[in-house]
């Protein structure tokens, strides 16, 4: 059975936020949510990057860790690995088995995102995995990883407006979604929020009596960031070294350290190893100098907020050539609008996904402000821009996963 396409062609169901299905097909496995230690991460932005700094400090730490995440950009196997290792495809096989059995019996059906869950947690489980790092797909209370009933840690990262459709059009509404994976006598760790996000937060803490720990950014001193590493002090943390760059990234790393420094006792050293060797692809990612090529991921306004902090950083008073490709589920005028006072040119683009925009789109929304040029893939974009780009120039390639 070719479980890749099967699981891909259930796109067309859609998201179906709600527990109910995925709990029956997970109690035919015998609740293997129940007896795995999660670390479960949920926020707007910066999720993927704080798993990884989990998973590594975690694999350093010497322990059997599992990492789930989102999306995939190739196959459904890089979602879920364990020490470094992809799910293989027999696990995939035995597991969507049992699963379909399960859903024909009970007359349920999953929706793709509902499965990819069920095959993490069950291959964590029956690998015996000491942690699993999982990643909230949308939201957090009617997210299908919501099956988790008591985690090590509830981590929430940045908090903006995405997904509004099903999660509300309110800073406030979109928290209490994320704080949705907040439970009962069970610690929560959170990103240094706006105060009308936290605030949400703070409130149901207390109500599920959880001890809620909360990242300082004020207390982030930075020694030294170049195009290569950042290296900063963090309350007693001192010296920190990210591979990563930008701001956002010491942001994140700065919760993973809160988390650490609360909830685990593990010798900082190896913890402070575990974030600098850390590395993720397509997050503010150079890729090659003369002329400079970053590949970010940013897909919704906020995430470009963060793009633009770090183009301010980085290329002051620089004007950059800008490879863009979104998809039409986004808010791409307001990620164009952001963007536009920082371009030279505009190489528009369309991702490589089902629900991809038109790049003629783009083009006629920014109306002639900056010189702009369309393009059938990410590749041919990208390839014009470095044939047009002198060695001192910067192109960013941004807007999507599915752009790479």
Same mark, same amino acid.
């Not at 024909?104 to 509902?114: A, Q, R």
């Not at 002090?233 to 930008?246: A, C, H, R």
């Not at 900056?370 to 390839?383: G, H, P, R, T, W």
């Given at each position: 059975? @070719? ?5 891909? &062609? ?34 707007? *932005? ?5 798993? *990884? ?6 694999? @350093? ?26 799910? &293989? ?9 049992? $699963? ?26 029956? %690998? ?17 990883? @919501? ?14 407006? #995405?997904?509004? &459709? ?30 009308? %996000? ?22 982030? &001193? ?10 900063? #002090?963090?309350?007693?943390?001192? @010296? ?16 993973? $350290? ?8 593990? #010798? ?84 490589? *996904? ?34 047009? %780009? ?15």
């Amino acid at each position: 059975m @070719n479980w890749e396409k099967y699981i891909n &062609d259930l796109n067309f169901m859609g998201i179906k936020p709600g527990l109910d299905n995925i709990k029956k097909i997970l109690n035919e496995f015998n609740n293997p949510q129940d007896k795995i230690k999660v670390i479960h991460v949920a926020g707007t *932005n910066g999720k993927g990057t704080t798993c *990884n700094f989990f998973y590594n400090v975690l694999l @350093n730490l010497n322990f059997k860790v599992g990492l789930f995440t989102s999306p995939h950009i190739h196959k459904i196997n890089d979602r879920i690995e364990i020490n470094k290792n992809k799910i &293989d495809d027999n696990s995939i096989d035995e597991i969507m088995t049992k $699963l379909v059995y399960f859903e024909n019996v009970l007359n349920i059906k999953l929706t793709k995102f509902e499965i990819l869950t069920v095959l993490a947690i069950v291959y964590f489980e029956k %690998s015996k995995v000491d942690y699993a790092v999982i990643e909230v797909g949308m939201g957090g209370r009617l997210d299908s990883t @919501n099956v988790v009933k008591k985690p090590l840690v509830s981590v929430i990262c940045n908090i903006g407006l #995405d997904h509004t &459709d099903f999660l509300g059009d309110t800073i406030e509404e979109i928290s209490f979604e994320k704080a949705g994976i907040i439970k009962n006598n069970c610690p929560t760790v959170v990103y240094d929020l706006e105060q009308k %996000s936290y605030e949400v937060i703070k409130k149901i803490a207390e109500k599920r009596n959880s001890r809620l720990y909360k990242a300082d950014f004020s207390k982030i &001193d930075i020694k030294d960031i170049n195009l290569h590493r950042s290296i900063f #002090d963090y309350k007693n943390f001192q @010296n920190v070294e990210i591979s990563m760059l930008g701001y956002s990234a010491i942001k994140n790393a700065c919760v993973v $350290l809160e988390t650490f420094k609360n909830i685990f006792n593990f #010798d900082s050293k190896e913890v402070l190893l575990g974030i600098k060797n850390t590395t993720l692809k397509n997050r503010f990612t150079l890729v090659k100098e003369k002329p400079t090529i970053i590949f970010d991921s940013s897909h919704n306004p906020q995430a470009v907020e963060a793009m633009i902090e770090n183009i301010n950083l980085y290329f002051e008073n620089k004007k950059i050539l800008f490879v863009l490709g979104v998809l039409k589920d986004k808010n791409y005028e307001e990620i164009l609008n952001k963007v536009t006072n920082y371009a030279k040119r505009f190489y528009f683009c369309k991702p490589v *996904n089902e629900r991809a925009l038109e790049p003629e789109i783009l083009k006629n929304l920014l109306d002639k402000k900056v010189e702009s040029d369309i393009f059938k893939s990410s590749e041919l974009a990208l390839k014009k821009a470095i044939d047009d %780009s002198k060695e001192d120039e910067v192109i960013i390639l941004f807007g999507s996963f599915y752009n790479y």
